[in-house]
């Protein structure tokens, strides 16, 4: 079982239309969450943090369930330029810093 | 002001010979890290660095050496590169491990 999961899609959505996507997290321990974005061929580049009482950037809304262990990205008013793919990404830790990526969650918004 | 930057952002090599991927910031990070990206894997950790002369592995290190003799350095060699080892270099960048910063990646091809 892969230690951050989430479906790779595409998402296909119209312009103005909300999205939700989910992800999954194994380990119990994980302090520290994140969405990043990664445009194609591009680096990720961070979106937000995730904190246990939900938080929001504008048009962006993240929910972090501990007890179901799930992170959620909420898209409202998707524009042409959130075409991405959105990384679900975990800090387990471990004592290392490291973040531990999900494959993805591609996106695409279309006229 | 450059960030992180990574260099070369292509190369192309043969099995066997050795390959240096550098990686600089210019921010004076504590950590720096290196990740792949492949299809269906999304970014694995190869090796990650706390400060200076400090390094430690990650998920992915065999094959992989690096070095960190000054801060703002963290050079990735592949010793004797494989056809497996073809993939996208990320290098990372964090000032207290959270919230990482990445270059632009390097596409690596070994034939």
């Known amino acids: 079982r892969k230690e951050v999961e989430q479906d790779p899609g595409p998402f296909n959505v119209p312009e103005g239309a909300t999205v939700a996507f989910n992800c999954t997290y194994s380990n119990s321990a994980s302090q520290s969450f994140f969405w990043y974005r990664q445009d194609c061929r591009k680096e990720p580049k961070l979106l937000m943090s995730v904190y246990s009482s939900g938080n929001e950037d504008g048009r962006f809304t993240a929910q972090l369930n501990r007890a179901s262990q799930y992170i959620s990205l909420l898209i409202r008013d998707s524009k042409l330029s959130d075409s991405a793919t959105y990384l679900c990404v975990v800090n387990g830790n471990t004592g290392r810093r490291a973040l531990t990526f999900g494959s993805g969650t591609r996106l695409q918004v279309q006229p | 002001d450059a960030g992180i930057t990574q260099s070369p952002r292509y190369k192309i090599t043969e099995t066997g010979r050795q390959v240096t991927l550098m990686c600089h910031q210019t921010?004076?990070?504590?950590?720096m890290f290196w990740y792949r990206q492949d299809l269906g894997h999304g970014l694995r950790l190869i090796y990650y660095s706390a400060a200076a002369d400090i390094t430690d592995k990650g998920e992915v290190p065999d094959g992989y050496v690096v070095s960190r003799s000054k801060t703002e350095n963290f050079p990735l060699t592949l010793e004797s590169a494989t056809r497996s080892q073809t993939s996208v270099y990320f290098c990372?960048?964090?000032?207290?491990?959270?919230?990482?910063?990445f270059g632009p990646g390097t596409r690596l091809l070994v034939l």
């Open positions: 990372a960048s964090s000032d207290r491990g959270e919230t990482q910063y």
């Open positions: 921010w004076s990070h504590s950590y």
